[in-house]
């Protein structure tokens, strides 16, 4: 073996890696930052670096050089930050400091950040899919107002102006305004639902029929008696319509543009009635696939059963979800009733508070009395709009996402009778193949081609009854993430929105009775 070159004399055996970075820098002449992580193996020229220093050299510039290595910036930077203080706590040692080295960790940093965070961005949005397929090329506000009574006695109706504010182009106009009766809002949710949830779309439900309120309408020569109902089926309108038309793909559906473009009526939705043969159908239907699914389990221990689990979870989530709702509704309704309870028998208190201090012949006492039957009819107003606030902001809200719930549990089901088909399909694809396999060993040739035929055409039943399931597999999935964000997001406005309410009324009431106070004290 050659003899060692000058700049490396016998005490390089004893070196420690720290020693072997600091003559290797000493050596080098103005060594520039983007030469830097090039030139440890340049020493591989001189013969006489043993074996065991050589693979040391490589090893601790082995993380600089992975700097400029762009496919791995992202899984880089925590190794080259933690590396440039050990080289610089190591120099020190040796007597040996320069400030060369620093100028590569901070472009390549600078480098790895900024290709780190266009990583993270793409990572954010492969993982938030739902708020990529939410993002649209316009805006869309609906509200629905002025219900008129159309017609007397058994054929009135009642009919509601839609009002349409958009910026997306589809719509011919900005601004749009028809006029629909109830019977229109229920055809057109039979036709999202039609189209929609076969491909595992949550179609937001149309308001219930109330045959009951619908009669007093009907009856009713004042419209005072029924305005309760009609208002809250105004709002439930509003609400169906808006949570369509925030959906990117409901949005988009031509039935929806038809519904809120058209001038004129609609044709005539025929199925729409609770008690029309297509209703009776309906239920007949929904009983028969309770009893199918009751009878036909899903198999867990095949390829897909990593997609079971994660269905079956959230299948056990929508359950409790739908029960703890249902409680809460019930309890919401118990507690409004009991506001309009409370505000009925304030109102009666003020009255005979009014009364008694229009008898009472002492003059403070009179006038204490009929202030605080003033302060109870305030206070009776209030009590009036906070069971009002209970209603319209907690009740309605638990309703509309019980009925929320059931849409979800529909594109399930449809998800479990493409699953259903695709077994079924593969179980006489099975038998097919047995048939052919006895017709060969029968030698009935002139049977094999059509058993042949028969195998090819449940092979593609097979493939696309697979297709369909991973199809609607992935759509519920982007489903369910949109309805797991707006539920957040629905709850948290209404809680606010009814906090700063109560809260309001609350801190109106403390003034009337602050008010009222003086008068009281002034009693002698």
């Known amino acids: 073996m050659a003899s060692e070159p000058p700049p490396f004399d016998e005490e390089t055996d004893q070196k420690d890696e720290d020693d072997l970075f600091s003559d290797a820098k000493e050596q080098k002449s103005e060594p520039s930052p983007s030469e830097e992580p090039a030139s440890l193996p340049i020493n591989d020229e001189d013969a006489g670096i043993k074996e065991k220093e050589e693979e040391d050299l490589f090893a601790g510039g082995g993380d600089e050089v992975k700097l400029d290595d762009s496919d791995n910036e992202e899984e880089e930077v925590p190794p080259v930050a933690a590396a440039v203080p050990e080289k610089e706590a190591a120099e020190p040692v040796v007597g040996a400091v320069s400030p060369k080295p620093e100028p590569t960790p901070q472009i390549s940093v600078s480098q790895s950040s900024t290709a780190s965070s266009k990583l993270s961005g793409t990572t954010k949005s492969s993982r938030d899919e739902v708020d990529v397929d939410d993002e649209d090329e316009g805006t869309i506000e609906i509200r629905v107002m002025e219900p008129q009574k159309m017609g007397d006695g058994i054929g009135a109706y009642m009919v509601y102006r839609v009002v349409t504010k958009t910026s997306i182009p589809a719509f011919r106009n900005p601004e749009l305004s028809v006029l629909r009766r109830f019977s229109d809002f229920l055809g057109l949710h039979a036709r999202l639902q039609e189209k929609n949830v076969k491909m595992g779309i949550i179609v937001p439900p149309a308001p219930e029929k109330s045959v009951v309120g619908m009669t007093k309408i009907k009856m009713s020569k004042e419209e005072s008696g029924s305005s309760d109902f009609v208002e809250r089926r105004r709002a439930a309108l509003e609400r169906y319509l808006n949570r369509t038309a925030q959906h990117p793909v409901l949005r988009s559906d031509p039935d929806l543009q038809d519904f ?31 009893v199918e699914k009751i009878t036909f389990k899903m198999d867990e221990t095949d390829e897909w059963s990593y997609q079971m689990e994660w269905f079956e979870e959230k299948q056990q989530q929508i359950e409790a979800l739908d029960q703890q709702l249902r409680k809460l509704h019930s309890s919401v309704e118990a507690l409004s009733m009991h506001r309009k309870e ?18 009472e012949e002492h003059t403070a006492l009179s006038r204490a009395l009929s202030q605080l039957a003033e302060t109870e009819e305030k206070i009776e107003q209030l009590h009036r709009e906070q069971a009002e606030h209970d209603f319209f902001t907690m009740a309605e809200l638990m309703k509309d996402y019980i009925s929320l719930i059931g849409a979800v549990k529909e594109v399930f089901h449809e998800r479990y009778k493409l ?13 097919k193949r047995e048939n052919k396999a006895k017709l060969e060993v029968q030698h009935k040739t002139d049977k094999i081609s059509q058993a042949q035929q028969e195998i090819t055409e449940y092979e593609q039943k097979v493939e696309k009854g697979q297709e369909d399931f991973e199809k609607i597999s992935d759509t519920i999935r982007k489903e369910i993430r949109r309805f797991e964000k707006y539920r957040v997001i629905d709850f948290k406005n209404s809680v606010v929105k009814y906090l700063e309410a109560l809260m309001e009324n609350q801190q109106k009431m403390i003034k009337f009775w602050e008010t009222f106070l003086p008068e009281a004290k002034a009693i002698a």
Do not use: I, Q
């Open 419 to 431: 699953y259903k088909n695709w077994k079924d399909a593969e179980v006489v694809l099975g038998k």
């Open 260 to 290: 809120l473009e058209r001038d004129g009526e609609l044709p005539k939705s025929t199925s729409t009635s609770a008690l029309s043969g297509a209703g009776v159908m309906r239920l007949f239907h929904k009983m028969g696939d309770a």
């Open 342 to 359: 409370l505000s009925m028998t304030t109102a009666v208190f003020a009255k005979s508070a009014a009364m008694l201090g229009s008898v």
